[in-house]
């Protein structure tokens, strides 16, 4: 049973993404996409944890927000490595993970939404 957001492996785990898209952008002089990047990486942990204390339908809403801006983060993501703000083994781990945080967010909508029967 829920206890608190800060409880959740996938809110830790957005949580330390936000930390390394920080870190990756510090010395990035392209602001415009370095803040986009850090505004969509805040957004997934903040979303999860808003929506989890929002709880009942709201939670499920809420992650599927985060989980658009996980999509929204590895477009991104790419977009900066084509232009050359992130090293291809920057990008990639970073790209690994949102695709793993986006398969948590949809386990745990699917586990807090309830089933609809046919």
């Given at each position: ?53 929002r709880g009942g339908r709201d939670?499920?809403r809420f992650l599927t927000i ?53």
């Amino acid at each position: 049973m829920y206890q608190s957001f800060e409880k959740l492996e996938v809110w830790k785990r957005a949580c330390q993404l936000a930390v390394r898209v920080y870190e990756l952008l510090q010395e990035c002089r392209e602001y415009g996409l370095r803040d986009q990047m850090q505004r969509a990486a805040v957004s997934i942990a903040s979303n999860i944890a808003e929506g989890a204390e929002r709880g009942g339908r709201d939670f499920a809403r809420f992650l599927t927000i985060a989980r658009g801006s996980a999509a929204e983060l590895r477009t991104q993501c790419y977009i900066a490595s084509k232009i050359g703000i992130l090293k291809p083994e920057e990008m990639s781990p970073l790209v690994s993970e949102l695709k793993e945080i986006s398969r948590m967010l949809t386990g745990l909508a699917r586990s807090i939404t309830p089933r609809t029967e046919n």
